[in-house]
């Protein structure tokens, strides 16, 4: 097949939005008898997978302080449950396990789960706390200053390649066509749209461009000479301006254990653990004092990466980023012998199984880099007249149901999931709240 000039919709990225708009976009364009897969065209530089979405620790979940992102996470877990078995997603539950500084917030989280139906089940009060994970999750649980757990029912992980796969055959069943090995260098513009697509091997001309960009959100954004800062209205009213992108490198890694030792009471899958605390974090190798501030972190069995796998909080990057280097074979630039430490200790501080168990940790590439926006939540909307960019401030492969919606909104439906994410609430002062958890993603 000869390289295309031109296509109705051109997609730019084959991670979890490029892919999962494509799907939908041609379901929608069938459904409404307004064209068809064949009038969608997926370019990537790489191959599928070849960003965030297919290192992605593959978590699920709802738990957001932001009533916002729960009820655009309530949608895309239904999404993963209407092909469970299609994507690789293992509907185990998630827990989010607080110590008293987040009661309130995860409080607030509990209750408005339940007013959307979401399922969950929140305990208070230490003695309850460690009670209820003791007798329903782990025996060895022993993680000091927790004061709630709030038990999502619902969500899990899924396996990232299996999803992506699953969604790059469904688009090609309705015919879409996807095109590795293809990197875009710029747009041509004609009055504000974007009328052509510029590639390494020629021009695309397109009537729409969507971007599922990942981290290189950034690239996208200057090629459409977008601006560097922004100005954005405060609480106090008052307009300041904060550059667009900040890069927040992803911290995670594998304890070599087999996943079967990292099972529930039961000896089934527990659900994904994410903990915070504020109790002093020692180390499990020496005893010495890691932290005595609030800290997270997340872990999981996973057969893909053989072992327990998790993470915990990310840090900003300073200076020159290289986002190019991404992909599973190089992101060796996250893992330091700080995080080995830390990570393996606080899995110690959890469940007495994992004390003396850190020299198992794994010493294989991990982690990623990740283009956060200016209030760490994602922007959907349409820049350019025609160009709809799906900026998701690395939340994103949990949200398999955006491109659902973005391809409605494409056909010119709007969607109110949608509307809390646009570009115009920084200067509007609409933020999402700010939660007191020490992810800059809760
Ligand atoms: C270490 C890590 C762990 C994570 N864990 C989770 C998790 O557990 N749960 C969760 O919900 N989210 C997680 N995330 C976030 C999630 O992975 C991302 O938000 C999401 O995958 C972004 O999807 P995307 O489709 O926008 O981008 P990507 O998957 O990054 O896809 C973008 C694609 O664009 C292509 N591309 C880039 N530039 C060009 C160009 N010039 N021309 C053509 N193609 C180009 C790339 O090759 C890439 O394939 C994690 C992120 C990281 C880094």
């Not at 969604?167 to 749209?193: H, P, Q, S």
């Not at 990942?214 to 954005?232: H, N, Q, V």
């Not at 190019?324 to 080995?340: C, H, K």
């Amino acid at each position: 097949m000869s390289f295309p000039t031109e296509y109705k919709y051109v997609i730019i990225g084959a991670g979890i939005h490029g892919l999962s708009t494509a799907y939908h976009l041609a379901m929608e364009l069938k459904n409404k008898k307004a064209g068809s897969g064949k009038d969608i065209l997926v370019v990537d530089k790489g191959a599928i997978g070849a960003g965030a979405s297919g290192i992605a620790c593959g978590v699920i979940r709802n738990n957001y302080y932001q009533p916002a992102m729960r009820e655009l996470m309530a949608h895309s877990v239904a999404l993963w449950e209407e092909d469970a078995e299609g994507y690789g997603y293992h509907p185990v539950g998630y827990m989010q396990i607080s110590p008293e500084c987040m009661h309130a917030d995860v409080a607030d989280i509990y209750k408005q789960q339940n007013e959307i139906g979401y399922e969950s089940v929140f305990i208070e009060g230490k003695k309850d706390c460690l009670k209820y994970m003791r007798d329903k999750i782990f025996h060895d649980w022993q993680a000091k200053n927790i004061t709630s757990v709030l038990h999502e029912k619902k969500g899990g992980y899924a396996h990232n390649t299996r999803s992506l796969y699953r969604l790059a055959d469904k688009a090609e069943a309705e015919g879409v066509r996807i095109l590795t090995g293809v990197e875009v260098t710029g747009f041509v513009t004609d009055n504000n749209a974007v009328t052509a697509v510029e590639t390494r091997r020629g021009n695309i001309e397109c009537d729409w461009v969507i971007m599922g960009a990942g981290p290189w959100a950034k690239s996208f954004w200057d090629m459409l000479d977008l601006p560097k800062e922004i100005d954005t209205k405060g609480e106090d009213g008052k307009i300041r301006s904060l550059p667009m992108w900040t890069y927040w490198c992803l911290v995670e890694g594998t304890l070599g254990v087999p996943p079967d030792y990292a099972m529930n009471n039961e000896g089934k899958m527990p659900p994904v653990i994410h903990i915070d605390t504020d109790a002093p974090l020692y180390s499990s190798e020496d005893g010495s004092l890691i932290t005595n501030e609030l800290w997270g972190i997340y872990y999981k069995p996973d057969f893909n990466f053989g072992g327990v796998q998790g993470g915990a909080a990310p840090y900003i990057v300073e200076g020159d980023v290289k986002v190019d280097p991404y992909g599973i074979d190089s992101p060796d630039f996250t893992v330091t012998p700080e995080f080995v430490h830390m990570w393996t200790s606080a899995l110690a501080h959890c469940q007495k199984r994992y004390e003396g168990k850190h020299h198992l940790y794994k010493n294989e590439p991990s982690g990623g880099i990740g283009a956060f926006t200016p209030d760490n939540f994602p922007i959907f909307d349409v820049m350019k007249q025609n160009c709809y960019m799906i900026l998701d401030s690395n939340h994103g492969y949990k949200m398999i149901g955006v491109g659902k919606l973005v391809a409605k909104e494409i056909l010119g439906e709007q969607q109110e999931l949608l509307k809390p994410f646009r570009f115009d609430r920084y200067i509007r002062g609409e933020l999402h709240p700010v939660s007191n958890s020490p992810f800059p993603w809760s």
